[in-house]
């Protein structure tokens, strides 16, 4: 494996933490915007790109324990620490760069996600309290064993 192979390696992740930014920003547009319908197709398009990030987080060890066995650094180096061994010059400045740009976008990203999680909170408590103000409390059974209309039930019959 060569530092080129790593260099494209961490540009492919660089553009999947791009894609799962886009991802969260359009599953938030969803829940700000009340439009739930969509939220399940959203958040498996975003565990998708997490998924696909796993794999090359895992691609991308294996090339940087080849790279550290070369520039005589341990093989389980994290990209910091095989930034800090590598040859003076362009490579460790990529290197910087590249992962100067991966916190960034991981940061960004981290806050998106807790914020849609605090959007999701609040809208599952707006549901239960929407619920438990409509749902009947009790349900009373007639005598052949059959649930009696609700009061919702009721007040919609007598309404329509």
């Known amino acids: 494996m060569s530092f080129t192979d790593l260099s494209a390696q961490l540009w492919r992740e660089r553009e999947l933490l791009d894609t799962l930014t886009f991802r969260l920003e359009v599953e938030q547009l969803l829940l700000t915007a009340g439009r739930t319908r969509r939220l399940p197709q959203a958040t498996a398009e975003v565990e998708q790109v ?3 990030l796993a794999v090359a987080g895992l691609e991308r060890t294996v090339i940087v324990a080849a790279l550290a066995a070369e520039w005589g650094a341990p093989l389980e180096s994290t990209l910091r620490e095989l930034a800090e061994v590598a040859p003076d010059g362009a490579w460790q400045d990529i290197l910087v760069s590249h992962l ?3 916190v960034e976008q991981t940061a960004t990203i981290r806050s ?3 914020a849609n999680e605090q959007f999701l909170r609040a809208a599952s408590r707006a549901t239960e309290e929407t619920m ?3 749902a009947p409390s009790s349900r009373t059974y007639d005598s052949t064993g059959s649930a009696a ?3 919702l039930s009721r007040f ?3 309404t329509l």
């Open 149 to 151: 209309p609700s009061s």
């Open 50 to 52: 997490v998924d696909q």
């Open 132 to 134: 438990a103000t409509i």
């Open 112 to 114: 998106l996600r807790d």
């Open 100 to 102: 100067s740009a991966m």
């Open 156 to 158: 919609l019959d007598q």
